[in-house]
């Protein structure tokens, strides 16, 4: 099947980072929030063995940013994640599965706390801030939700702590995994946060000004010239292989968390008032499906995304890449439950995968 | 700015008629409600010449119903929509604009009414069905939401009557527009609607069974090769020159449905239960903007999304193209009201532009 072009439109929205990202090459996007998304530079294989050393910045500004503002915030996101969030402290991103009464699948975004009635939800590919405006308006809760003017701006690789100090000063390396701080660049001060969608470590910038997008990719280059720093994006065989999950490929709204191993996110003992706990109650230890790793000594292409074995079907294909690090072909595929409680492998177009737990372990597989 | 190509995945999701639709050559994709719609064939101009004499078959399976059922599915709907919809009758479809409690734009569907507790919502691109679970769970609704498994295939041309006459019998020329009939394929019955994302005049098969979605695709090429039918999609030219509005491309969640020229759709006084009346009856003859056409006659791209006269921000770009039929450029774009009253032309690259009302008047604008 050959390549496709996007057709870019407004509907499609660029970001204040795409003339750069297009300067350095892009090649290729996904649409991602209604906003695009790189996905490669020279090509996903290419890409992943230039990224393993270097440093680079990723344009993420699709992760899009719900400010939830009001006095009852935190109420309105308790509602939403079945995660107890009462004791996060402000600065910290949590983490967190939505979902709703029936414990469907919302969308599995970070939050982040600036007070009690402060949040932004740093979301996934979903329009979650629909959902949390139709439950504010029906429960009459006094808060306010939009999409805000946030573009997050990732600087990934072993040396970002060096170039994200460069450029916001010697406070940055005293920032915890998943913490942040308020940090000024050109008079302005932004959220920077130790994260970003991959294992190699890094921080993200919250760009809170359109003006000072190019000036701050340019400086992250210039200041970074002798670290090797260049333009990236997340990379699909890195992403598979950590097992990071995205919503949309691996699970959506026809899943719950139980089904994604999110268990350790469900506070299912805690009191606190979430619309999908009674439902995740009844569900644990009673879902149909379970997200696992499949490992095929061999490359090759799932014909369906239906997977059967006998004539039933017992599953199917969610993300599938080579990994051309371990040799290996890897995909991430939801099974029924009682097919894995008989099996540890699964044939599939004449070829045997061994089943695995989430995240892939490398030392387990080879 | 070269080309770039779309990279798809489980998330960017495959329709029943994709494959048909890529052994047909589809070049371009666009990603609409998390799914893939074809852009364009041969090109946008080439097709927009195809189109006009032909019959063409379009994937718009992006074209998602949110299935709304139960007792208080009206209720949820008249909720969501200042349109009064309480004179719908079975098998009607009505173009809805749906707005939230602050008069902003959601979404402008059609509403495809079965019975008063069975309705669909048939969704431009944004998650309609989270909004819809939102307040349904806010307030206690009786109903279930739910995307349903619908792939709707539009046939557009002056000669679809025909052809769809064929596949779905005799039923079919009596269908007024915006109605529908549920016909038989092959044994299953589907709705047939007289409708579709043109000016040409058309149907729209909504199909129910992913298994037939090649064979009705197949049946529809046979039984309409002496008609000339081919793949198509559609086509931005044609909408442009049509007027036919696009939601996140000419207006979004910053608008209010007056600033879209959509007053024809509101029931102002209406005694009704829709939670955007009391902000749209303020905002009635007090809205910033308005979404108007502009003409040049040259060929041109704007610099920028932004509007300026005389350094002051007046409006931006929404959608624009050449239209080849009638030598123009052709721009829909957000206009601050203040700048019309006093404006007839408006200066963009250092050409001039003349300020029309849409649909465009071809007769008025040659």
């Known amino acids: 099947m050959a390549d496709k072009i996007l057709s870019i439109s407004r509907r499609t929205r660029a970001t204040p980072f795409t003339r750069r990202v297009e300067a350095a090459g892009v090649k290729g996007y996904t649409v991602y929030n209604h906003m695009l998304l790189p996905t490669f530079c020279e090509g996903k294989e290419e890409d992943y063995w230039g990224r393993c050393q270097e440093l680079k910045r990723w344009d993420v500004s699709c992760e899009r940013q719900i400010e939830v503002c009001g006095p009852d915030s935190e109420r309105l996101l308790q509602l939403m994640t079945p995660r107890d969030i009462s004791r996060a402290v402000n600065g910290q991103g949590l983490y967190a599965p939505l979902c709703d009464e029936t414990g469907a699948m919302i969308n599995d975004p970070i939050l982040i706390k600036f007070a009690s009635d402060h949040w932004w939800i740093s979301i996934a590919d979903s329009d979650v801030d629909l959902w949390a405006r139709g439950l504010a308006h029906g429960f009459g809760l006094d808060v306010k939700v939009r999409e805000a003017e946030i573009w997050p701006l990732a600087v990934q690789g072993p040396k970002a702590e060096t170039l994200v100090s460069r450029v916001f000063g010697n406070e940055v390396p005293a920032i915890r995994f998943f913490r942040s701080k308020m940090l000024e660049f050109r008079g302005r001060k932004m959220m920077v946060m130790r994260s970003g969608y991959s294992k190699q470590g890094g921080f993200e910038i919250y760009l809170n ?58 506070d299912l003992d805690a009191d606190i008032e979430s619309m999908s706990l009674p439902a995740l109650r009844r569900l644990k230890d009673n879902s ?34 080579w990994s051309p690090r371990y040799n290996k072909h890897l995909a991430m595929v939801m099974m029924k439950r009682d097919f894995l409680d008989a099996n540890s492998t699964v044939s599939i177009n004449g070829k045997i995968g061994n089943i695995v737990n989430l995240p892939f372990d490398f030392n387990a597989i080879r």
């Open 209 to 266: 000004d359109a003006e000072l997008a190019e000036p701050l990719w340019d400086e992250l280059f210039t200041r970074g010239e002798d670290l090797n720093v260049r333009a990236g994006c997340p990379n699909l065989i890195e992403r598979i292989e950590s097992g990071l999950l995205s919503y949309g490929n691996d699970m959506d709204i026809n899943h719950n968390p139980f089904e994604c191993g999110l268990d350790a996110f469900i």
């Open 288 to 321: 149909a499906h379970l997200l696992v790793g499949l490992v095929f000594n061999e490359a090759m292409r799932f014909a369906d995304f239906i997977i059967k074995a006998d004539d039933r079907i017992v599953g199917e294909l969610r993300s599938q890449v």
